[in-house]
T-cell receptor, first 115, second 115 residues
Framework: DAMVIQNPRYQVTQFGKPVTLSCSQT?????MYWYQQKSSQAPKLLFH???????NEADTPDNFQSRRPNTSFCFLDIRSPGLGDAAMYLC??????????????FGPGTRLTVL | AQTVTQSQPEMSVQEAETVTLSCTYD???????LFWYKQPPSRQMILVIR??????QNATENRFSVNFQKAAKSFSLKISDSQLGDAAMYFC????????????FGAGTILRVKS
């Protein structure tokens, strides 16, 4: 089945130690998104890629970076994780970002713990 | 900036009964989309139902229906004949018709279904 896959599902890192989260998709969608969801809070968009074009949200900290080497894969890099970065990280995809409706398909998320 | 408010942190419903989850939003736009997403524990978020703002008719999807009141900026979700599998976190989300495909989520409502 076509889907959005996130690895690993659970990630533990140490304070200040760089960590990379992975997302892949078999939907061949143009757009990939990264959301941060802290405990009992709403998902918050960090950034998205439209093909190779990177679009950062204005309030996303510099500590968060992303790479998209090809259509299928997108990575979230946290350069120096702090305790406040512990959260669920959700990857999503959509076919397009045009004015017509484009459903976002979500992966299962990666739960990041920072020790 | 658009905001989405879900005033019910938790709701409970008896199996086979009907429950309504509330959502209000704030926007100055006239054309937009509204969504309800379901996030079961430890599973990926899935789209339950969507509503285009230009459509006056309320959307329905099997046991799920919405009450969309554009003037009041209200978008409630009604779940009929509740089932144990409906237990999840439910998010209301807003999508602008102008800014790409960005979703703004409410804080969520935990729905518990009692057998």
């Amino acid at each position: 089945d076509a889907m959005v896959i996130q690895n690993p599902r659970y990630q533990v890192t140490q304070f200040g130690k760089p960590v990379t989260l992975s997302c892949s998709q078999t939907l061949n969608h143009n757009v990939m998104y990264w959301y941060q969801q802290k405990s009992s809070q709403a998902p918050k968009l960090l950034f998205h890629y439209y093909d190779k074009d990177f679009n950062n949200e204005a309030d996303t900290p510099d500590n968060f970076q992303s790479r998209r080497p090809n259509t299928s894969f997108c990575f979230l890099d946290i350069r120096s994780p702090g305790l406040g970065d512990a959260a669920m990280y959700l990857c999503a995809t959509s076919r397009d970002t045009s004015l017509s409706y484009n459903e976002q398909f979500f992966g299962p998320g990666t739960r990041l713990t920072v020790l | 900036a658009q905001t989405v408010t879900q005033s019910q942190p938790e709701m409970s419903v008896q199996e086979a009964e009907t429950v309504t989850l509330s959502c209000t939003y704030d926007t100055s736009e006239s054309d937009y989309y509204l969504f309800w997403y379901k996030q079961p524990p430890s599973r990926q978020m899935i789209l339950v139902i969507r509503q285009e703002a230009y459509k006056q008719q309320n959307a329905t999807e099997n046991r799920f229906s919405v009450n969309f009141q554009k003037a009041a900026k209200s978008f409630s979700l009604k779940i009929s004949d509740s089932q144990l599998g409906d237990a999840a976190m439910y998010f209301c989300a807003y999508r602008s018709s102008e800014y790409g495909n960005k979703l703004v989520f409410g804080a969520g409502t935990i729905l518990r279904v009692k057998s």
